[in-house]
Each structure stands twice: as structure tokens, then as C-alpha cells.
T-cell receptor, first 109, second 118 residues
Framework: GQNIDQPTEMTATEGAIVQINCTYQTSGFNGLFWYQQHAGEAPTFLSYNVLDGLEEKGRFSSFLSRSKGYSYLLLKELQMKDSASYLCAVRDSNYQLIWGAGTKLIIKP | GAVVSQHPSWVICKSGTSVKIECRSLDFQATTMFWYRQFPKQSLMLMATSNEGSKATYEQGVEKDKFLINHASLTLSTLTVTSAHPEDSSFYIC??????????????FGPGTRLTVT
């Protein structure tokens, strides 16, 4: 079966760095996505990786290793507004998005 | 950027009634739209894939006669929850893929509709 694992909850301090991991086992691979979702709102796109390596976009970076079925989202200089759920999703061979359960990130002052 | 709207943003209805939710792509054409449901503290669950001009493809376990999907144009898809029950109370989110981007990686999400069935 298809499976995406990410931690349920993480806590970090304002101004610090946090890494949210995601491991996946899917039928084929056509890209991995990270989305941010604030409570009661729809997800918003953060990043996309289809090749191995690191993609940097401002305070957020995303890494992919296809051979390991592994990705992480790195958030730097954490701000209180970064408190949200972070969803990892993989597009499989049918171009279907398979979603992880999300990681709730709590930022403390 | 591409914008997807949903209407209504929230709705309360009585058990046994039907509710229609609209999903519109405002500045792009979407041959494919997706309907998701999300229960509190859970991830998105894909309900169905809606293709313009054809029947929707429903995920396993989703009743197609209860959740009617119509994708009549390249900018509008509707989800009708028929004979709603309290267990249908959830956050319904649509997303759309921009046809102009071909195999583009990104889905654009609507703001969601919170349905409460009393």
C-alpha cells in the first residue's frame, strides 16, 4: 500500500530552526510537495521537489532523497505565524496526490 | 497567482436536506478539479476527481449517489451533499489544476467550506 509518514506534532522556539521529516512509500513517484495549513483554512503551497537535493525559498527549504524515500522541510528564523500544520504529499505514478497526516508545529516565544 | 474560490464558506443545514458547494477557478481554466474532505485534526482525504465534461471519479468508500459532482465548465465544479447527516459535517476543500500548465505540479486550493449538519 501507499504510505506517508511524518511526525504528528513538533514544538520549537521563535527564532530557531526546525526540520520536519517525511518518509514515503508510494506506487511510483512524480514529485513531492509541502503545504502549510493554518487551522480552519485550506492548504497553501510551500514547495515542490522532483529531483534529489535541496530547494531553498526564503526561510523555507525542502530536501528530497528519492533513493531513501525521504524528504524534509526546514524552517529557519521561526516566527509565531509559522504555527500551523505542515502536510507532505507525494504524487504517484497515476499523478494522484497521496497525503501525509500532517505535522502540527507549535512555536513558543 | 491562480485563485480558486468556494461558496459558501460555511453552511449549517438540517439533517436530511441537501447542500451544494461551488468551486470556481477565477483566472485560469481547470480541466481537473479535486474534492477533499477534512475532519478535525486529520489530513485531507480525497473524495473524487472531477473532470470537465465527464463523470467524476470517486475514491473507494465515497458514495457517488450521496456526493454528487458536476463539472460543467472549465471554471466551475459543484459538490452536492444529498440527504446530509451529522456525520457529513466536515471541512470540504476543492482544488484545481491549471490546464495551461500541462503536467504542472501545483494544485490551487479553494478556501474551503465548513459544513455543519444539525
Amino acid at each position: 500500500g501507499q504510505n506517508i509518514d511524518q511526525p504528528t506534532e513538533m514544538t520549537a522556539t521563535e527564532g530557531a530552526i526546525v526540520q520536519i521529516n517525511c518518509t514515503y512509500q508510494t506506487s511510483g513517484f512524480n514529485g513531492l510537495f509541502w503545504y502549510q495549513q493554518h487551522a480552519g483554512e485550506a492548504p497553501t503551497f510551500l514547495s515542490y521537489n522532483v529531483l534529489d537535493g535541496l530547494e531553498e525559498k526564503g526561510r523555507f527549504s525542502s530536501f528530497l532523497s528519492r533513493s531513501k524515500g525521504y524528504s524534509y522541510l526546514l524552517l529557519k528564523e521561526l516566527q509565531m505565524k509559522d504555527s500551523a500544520s505542515y502536510l507532505c504529499a507525494v504524487r504517484d505514478s497515476n499523478y494522484q496526490l497521496i497525503w501525509g497526516a500532517g505535522t502540527k508545529l507549535i512555536i513558543k516565544p | 497567482g491562480a485563485v480558486v474560490s468556494q461558496h459558501p464558506s460555511w453552511v449549517i443545514c438540517k439533517s436530511g436536506t441537501s447542500v451544494k458547494i461551488e468551486c470556481r477557478s477565477l483566472d485560469f481554466q481547470a480541466t481537473t478539479m479535486f474534492w477533499y474532505r477534512q475532519f478535525p485534526k486529520q489530513s485531507l482525504m480525497l473524495m473524487a476527481t472531477s473532470n470537465e465534461g465527464s463523470k467524476a471519479t470517486y475514491e473507494q468508500g465515497v458514495e457517488k449517489d450521496k456526493f454528487l459532482i458536476n463539472h460543467a465548465s472549465l471554471t466551475l465544479s459543484t459538490l452536492t451533499v444529498t440527504s446530509a447527516h451529522p456525520e457529513d459535517s466536515s471541512f470540504y476543500i476543492c482544488s484545481a489544476r491549471d490546464v495551461g500548465q500541462g503536467d504542472s505540479y501545483e494544485q490551487y486550493f479553494g478556501p474551503g467550506t465548513r459544513l455543519t449538519v444539525t
